[in-house]
């Protein structure tokens, strides 16, 4: 490659992006605090760690805890570790940034700055999931949630994926009830909110292999509550044409231990949802469901 | 024989539907994912997803006419049998994500509905919502699921591809992997590896793309000897959501289903937008392309919003680069049923409601075209041959890469809701190719060979890793040269290209990727430790980033994305009939000159702590020859008219027996 031989160009003063950086700046440059819940790993006990931010134009709480892991020190000017957090679309679609904003469980890429500082302008404060284990930080295990979807068979059996044809027709109606279920992101907040769902903790045993292991955490999941994501997802399936044919064997899973009996109806979960899916629709159709089953088993149907 | 398997690195749509098809055919898949599958970046896409339908036939579509849009939109970039394999496969597999349980959108009667997207006449694309590629990545990982209960499927969700192993012969026999909890560097033999890694946005700092999309697997298959394709091909999105973290998506469905771009004719114009009458609104998509208006292909609408804020200052703001997208003409009901996914999440980082205001938007990185190069077998009739092991294979035998980290389909532009059906075409299209390599790999299964081979590459990436971690000194933070990183892509390669930049911005990139071998990590523990994972990251992200600088230095012309001005080919000036006629003339000598010389893939090969290799394949164009992309410009119909009459007496000539030529002249006239 040579080097350079031309001069700058008044050109590169416009590059694609320089806009969002100038945005803004000017009006209030002023400093926050973020306050954070920090855990080493599973077992280690936790501590609180305060950080200080500049402020910028249209930050949210991903912004700050990528200022935090760039300047990785602490207020009191101790170099620390970056903060360990889980994220990725930044777009509140993928689901991984569940975690507890001023007390809150949300995702952190919608929790703005700005509206966050109106409603408590002492600072920020972040803590981790408060119902599955802490990997580390603000990184938590939701290996339990993807496994309520298998444990409820949260899928269309398709006999296979050769062509077919078309599915089968679909009223507007009916893709207008299934379409918010269908934009369930696994997030965990309605879990999280859920006084039924309580934090299970497994440790590995001595000499115990990953199989092992899985399958003595699939077999404790089991038997606790499976959350109303699961419960929604139920009903999305059933109430699709081809789901609809294995609709009984998904009812009969619901009322196994763990099951939708547990759901003590306080309705957090719709409150928190950030998708706003109609979760306490869902478990209420699927109550009904269920309890009509298994009317329909006592007399031999 | 031992149990074979085969290695999936990446679990968004291209890896799913490999992976479900391949259970299908009773091969144990193993996959392995920087994220939990279901939060894969194609979870991302929004608009929909392109085939030709019932509908689009009886208005005189056809699978040709997807397959010449996507060819003439990506200008004539793409080797042409997968892209028309592909777009014969368009139909079959939505149905088959509608059997999956994918709720599109439907009409009253409960057909799927369809709309329109860039690059097109047609209503082509499915949808679901604004939120499509949820939805369809939902119905993959459902099924993937399915047969993980089966045992088919294992997957390794927070595991990071380190690099492929490869044996003395250079076929790949599995790969390294590391998980990002515990840290741990293991092993994998496999009979088969396949990178769907998507894209590699984040090399430019901010992007469209989610976080896992820095590119590094497709890097480290790349610095192991895979070739990498058209590396300098990146799409820049015309419409995204300026963010301080990221650059958020405004999907070309708010244009599809009928949003309007503008600026007000006075420059910065201080009034509420809605207050601002018609005949002072500057809607200049509208005006220039009034064939196409807003849903122009991808590359023009961003360059003209780009000059329109940059070279004509008529930018919506005073401090930065923004034009109106507007929704607000359309009844409430209908952006809520059909674009309300995107239009929440304008309304939730910005905290306005596009359906009252209209949305100020900006070009932002978007998509890579280019990727890891790979090979495919062609039929006689110009399709792929099915089964082949060659296709989707990069040039290490046993070594496959799909989806967005492959450079197969889309060329120098890719046509919107093109990638969905690539991604998905490209998976299930490999999964037979893979059974027939896997029943014959030279040497036996990967399970027989020595562990030796297994046990010193698993050495040689802990070894790595621990210097990393143990390297005092430098002082130079991976985070901060990132943003360096960043800035100097975004200013050099994105949406207008000229030599004395790109020259310069490759000198600081590589000054950056010496600096970054100095980097200090913050967190010297082993236990999910983000830090060194990032800073891994970074380091590949140079190689990438060399490509991508060099390839757009070294290829002086304009192809889709790929813009330079000092080599634009501009319209027509002369107002005298003959003269008018001699400068179409003259223009498309000066095309077909450009045509032998440019018309090319650029093939890349890595060079450790050195320049690149570029060489250039050429394409295979024997479906439709290359004919101009005429979008607006002054004095397309002559130009037009003259390259027809050349086409004919050309065929007439005999230049070429099967009458392709002449079906492309043909063609021109319809779609030019």
Request: aromatic share 8%; hydrophobic share 35%.
């Amino acid at each position: 490659m040579q080097a350079t031989t031309n001069g700058h160009s008044s050109h590169a003063d416009h590059d694609a992006h320089a806009s969002a950086d100038g945005h803004g700046h000017s009006s209030h440059v002023t400093e926050f605090d973020v306050r954070i819940l920090r855990q080493d790993g599973p077992g280690n006990s936790s501590y609180w760690e305060r950080h200080r931010i500049k402020r910028e134009a249209d930050m949210n709480v991903i912004s700050v805890l990528q200022r935090v892991a760039a300047q990785a020190k602490t207020v009191e000017g101790q170099r620390v570790a970056p903060v360990a957090w889980d994220c990725n679309c930044l777009e509140e679609v993928c689901g991984a940034c569940t975690m507890l904003v001023n007390g809150r469980v949300r995702q952190a890429c919608t929790a703005l700055v700005d509206r966050l500082l109106e409603d408590s302008p002492e600072g920020i404060e972040l803590r981790p999931m408060e119902k599955f284990p802490v990997v580390r930080d603000l990184v938590v295990n939701r290996r339990r949630l993807f496994r309520a979807l298998e444990k409820v068979r949260a899928w269309i059996p398709v006999d296979g994926y050769y062509d077919a044809g078309p599915g089968p027709r679909v009223s507007p109606e009916q893709q207008q009830q299934a379409y918010p279920l269908s934009e369930c992101m696994s997030c965990g907040c309605c879990l999280d909110a859920c006084p039924q769902f309580n934090k299970l903790e497994l440790e590995r045993n001595e000499g115990e292999t990953d199989e092992q292991f899985h399958k003595r955490e699939h077999e404790t999941y089991d038997t606790h509550f499976v959350g109303a994501h699961a419960i929604s997802q139920v009903m999305l399936f059933n109430n699709h044409p081809t789901g609809a044919l294995n609709a009984g064997e998904r009812l009969d899973l619901l009322t196994a231990p763990g099951g939708i009996q547990d759901c003590g109806n306080a309705q957090n979960c719709v409150n928190v949802c950030p998708k706003k899916i109609p979760l306490t629709t869902s478990i209420g159709r699927a109550g009904r469901a269920t309890t009509l089953r298994s009317i329909a088993k006592w007399f031999g149907g | 024989m031992a149990k074979q398997r085969v290695m999936i690195v990446g679990g968004g749509l291209a890896g799913l539907s490999a992976a479900m098809q391949l259970a299908e055919a009773g091969i144990s898949v193993d996959l392995m994912s920087l994220t939990p599958v279901k939060r894969s970046h194609s979870v991302c896409a929004q608009g929909g997803i392109n085939s030709v339908n019932s509908v689009t036939r009886q208005q005189g579509d056809n699978e040709y006419l997807h397959f010449d849009d996507t060819v003439y939109g990506g200008d004539f970039l793409q080797h042409q049998p997968p892209v028309k394999e592909m777009t014969e496969w368009g139909p079959r597999i939505i149905d088959l994500m509608d059997r999956l349980g994918v709720p599109f959108n439907r009409t009253p009667e409960g057909f799927r509905d369809q709309r329109r997207f860039g690059g097109t006449l047609f209503k082509r694309t499915a949808f679901a919502g604004a939120t499509t590629g949820q939805q369809l990545l939902y119905a993959l990982d459902e099924q993937v699921r399915r047969w993980e209960v089966e045992g088919k499927i294992k997957k390794y969700e927070f595991w990071d591809f380190l690099g492929p192993v490869l044996d003395q012969n250079g076929t790949c026999r599995g790969c390294i992997g590391q998980d990002l909890v515990t840290m741990e560097i293991r092993s994998f033999p496999a009979d088969a590896v396949v990178i769907a890694s998507g894209g590699c946005g984040l090399i430019y700092g901010r992007s469209t793309m989610s976080m896992v999309c820095t590119g590094s697997a497709a890097s480290r298959a790349f610095r192991a000897g895979a070739k990498y394709g058209n590396g300098e091909f990146i799409q820049v999105h015309p419409t995204a959501i300026p963010g301080a973290d990221k650059l958020r998506l405004m999907s070309e469905s708010a244009r599809g289903e009928g949003g309007r771009v503008w600026v007000p004719r006075k420059p910065q114009d201080t009034r509420d937008p809605k207050q601002i009458p018609e005949a002072e609104r500057y809607y200049f998509l509208e005006e220039r392309y009034p064939k196409y208006g807003n849903l122009v292909p991808r590359d023009i609408a961003t360059r003209e919003i780009f000059n329109v804020c940059t070279y004509e200052g008529l930018s919506v703001e005073q401090d930065r680069l923004a034009v109106y997208l507007d929704v607000t003409h359309i009844p409430r009901a209908v952006l809520d049923q059909k674009l309300g996914g995107i239009l929440d999440i304008y309304e939730k980082f910005q905290g306005v409601d596009p359906r009252e205001t209209p949305m100020k938007i900006f070009p932002a990185v978007h998509y890579s075209m280019g990727g890891l190069w790979v090979d495919y077998e062609r039929t006689a009739e110009g399709g792929l041959r099915l089964g082949s092991p060659r296709n989707q294979v990069t040039n290490i035998p046993g070594l496959y890469a799909i989806g967005e980290c492959d450079y197969q389909y889309h060329g120098a532009n890719r046509l919107g809701a093109n990638s969905l059906l690539s991604c998905i075409f490209s998976g299930l299209i490999t999964a037979p190719g893979l059974a027939n390599w896997i029943k014959s790999v030279p040497g036996g299964a990967a399970a027989d060979q020595p562990s030796s081979l297994f046990d010193s590459a698993r050495r040689q990436h802990q070894q790595a890793h621990d210097a990393l971690l143990k390297r005092s000194g430098g002082g130079e933070n991976p985070y901060l040269i990132h943003q360096e990183l960043g800035n100097v892509m975004t200013k050099a390669a994105t949406v207008v290209r000229r030599n004395d930049v790109l020259q310069e911005a490759y000198g600081t990139v590589c000054e950056l990727a010496e600096r970054a071998k100095r980097c200090s990590l913050s967190d010297t523990g082993n236990w999910t430790n983000q830090n060194v994972v990032f800073t891994k990251s970074l380091l590949d992200m140079f190689p990438l980033a060399k490509v991508i600088v060099k390839g757009a230095l070294q290829r002086d012309e304009c192809r889709g994305a790929h813009f330079k001005p000092d080599f634009a080919m501009p319209g027509l000036v002369a107002t005298d009939p003959a003269a008018h006629r001699r400068e179409a003339e003259a223009w498309c000598d000066r095309f077909e000159e450009n045509t032998r010389k440019w018309l090319k893939s650029t093939v890349a090969t890595h060079v450790e702590d050195g320049d690149p290799v570029l060489v250039y394949e050429d394409v295979d164009t024997t479906l439709i020859p290359p004919r101009p992309r005429l979008y607006g410009l002054v004095g397309a119909e002559v130009i037009e008219e003259v390259w027809n009459q050349r086409q004919v007496a050309k065929a007439a000539a005999g230049h070429d027996g099967n009458g392709a030529v002449g079906k492309g002249a043909v063609k021109a006239t319809a779609a030019g």
